[in-house]
């Protein structure tokens, strides 16, 4: 039997002092590995914030703009009626307009017109500006050269009527331009 008060620690030729200093220095390798990655996670964490508010300011535009232009296709189709309407009105000679059995058609036709201009207005329509002023490539489409005594490139003349829907083109304004007389 041996006696366990009597055996001698076995040595296998490290100091003492040296276990104790690697303990120290393999927690501080395990923490510094472990803040990194905490270090890293936060990162990450921060981009897939962003990302998701990105996403969600992205999907908010799209909606807002759905339901701002979701009529631009019924608004480009309906100009046509729209350029029809006012056509009848200009093909009315002023002596139509004057004999009594016209005036209730002729009011008609310019009661809906202004129905019509009222409704484009509630939805953000407006009528291109372009007679007299320079021609504007984002809102007009030249279709002619008008030798006349304005400036080359002021519109003279406006042969189908531009509209916008609120800052969007719906149909450029097809004029005819000024150019300079020979």
């Given at each position: 039997?041996?006696?366990?008060?009597?055996e001698t620690p076995v040595d296998?030729?490290?100091p003492p002092e040296a276990e104790t200093a690697e303990a120290p220095a393999a927690e501080q390798d395990e923490t510094a590995k472990l803040a990194e990655q905490v270090a890293s996670l936060q990162?990450?964490?921060?981009?897939?914030?962003?990302e998701t508010q990105n996403v969600t300011r992205r999907k908010d535009k799209e909606i807002a703009d759905a339901h701002a232009y979701a009529a631009t296709k019924f608004a480009r189709d309906i100009l046509s009626v729209a350029d029809n309407l006012g056509r009848a009105l200009a093909a009315i000679g002023e002596d139509q307009r004057e004999d009594e059995k016209f005036k209730p058609f002729v009011a008609g036709l310019e009661a809906t017109e202004?129905?019509?201009m009222s409704v484009f207005e509630r939805h953000g329509i407006t009528r291109i500006a372009a007679i007299g002023l320079p021609l504007d490539p984002n809102q007009h489409q030249a279709m002619l050269e008008i030798p006349s005594d304005k400036e080359a490139g002021t519109i003279v003349q406006?042969?189908?009527?531009?509209?916008?829907?609120?800052d969007r083109l719906l149909r450029p304004?097809?004029?005819?331009?000024a150019k300079k007389a020979d």
């Open positions: 039997m041996t006696n366990i008060e009597n296998d030729g490290t990162q990450d964490l921060l981009y897939a914030r962003a202004r129905e019509l406006e042969m189908q009527a531009g509209y916008m829907m609120k304004a097809m004029v005819g331009v």
